[in-house]
Structures are given as structure tokens and as C-alpha cells.
């Protein structure tokens, strides 16, 4: 499986992007794809998750009600309005092929397939 994030940029506070993570290889098996992000001198932190067969997605409350996942295909997208600084960071998408219960969503250990990430930065 490989993963391939795009739609990253720079865009000042209050703005929207929208990020795509194509999947390719043996997608059939996938079960969840996550999306984290990791800003300088942080780590790395889940910010939501859609499971393939529901399409449902999880938010972490830091994003909640800003950010939002779907899924078309092999693709699965973050829409992430109302940008502040704060959300400057590398953003990646992972998958796994195993359920997920709980908050395991969020533990990046948990993870098989991840890819390059895109840079994101919200600047005025």
C-alpha cells in the first residue's frame, strides 16, 4: 500500500484547505486511514480517522467542528477550515488494515502504511 499526500500550502488565519491522500496497491484490505500531524518540536498528534467500509470519520477535539474527513475511491480528503497558526504543521495520512476500538485511532503506533506528508502553514 502506498500513500501519497497533496493540497498542502501556505494560507493565512481564518482560510481553508483542502488535503488529499491517494491510496494505491492492495486497498481492498485497508480498514481505516488516519490523519495526523506533527508541527516543529511537537509530536506527532491523530486528528481524525475514516473507516473505509462506513465512510465514518473521528475527530480529535483540537479539530472538531473545523476539520473534516471524506472519502471518494482511493482517496480520502481533510477539508480543514478556519485555520489558526497553531494548526502550522507536516500533515500525514496512515492506514491500517486491522479494526481499530476505542481511541486506538489516535496512537500512531497503531498504524502500518504511512505517507511522505505535506507541509501546511498558517501565516499572515
Known amino acids: 500500500v502506498q500513500l501519497v499526500e497533496s493540497g498542502g500550502g501556505l494560507v493565512q488565519p481564518g482560510g481553508s484547505l483542502r488535503l488529499s491522500c491517494a491510496a494505491s496497491g492492495f486497498i481492498g484490505d485497508l480498514d481505516t486511514i488516519g490523519w495526523f500531524r506533527q508541527a516543529p518540536g511537537k509530536e506527532r498528534e491523530g486528528i481524525g480517522c475514516?473507516?473505509?467500509?462506513?465512510?465514518s470519520p473521528k475527530y480529535a477535539d483540537s479539530v472538531k467542528g473545523r476539520f473534516t474527513i471524506s472519502r471518494a475511491n482511493a482517496k480520502v480528503y481533510l477539508q480543514m477550515n478556519s485555520l489558526k497558526p497553531e494548526d502550522t504543521a507536516v500533515y500525514y495520512c496512515a492506514a491500517v488494515s486491522h479494526p481499530m476500538y476505542g481511541y486506538t485511532w489516535l496512537r500512531d503506533d497503531a498504524y502500518d502504511y504511512w505517507g511522505q506528508g505535506t507541509q501546511v502553514t498558517v501565516s499572515s
Open positions: 475514516i473507516k473505509i467500509s462506513s465512510s
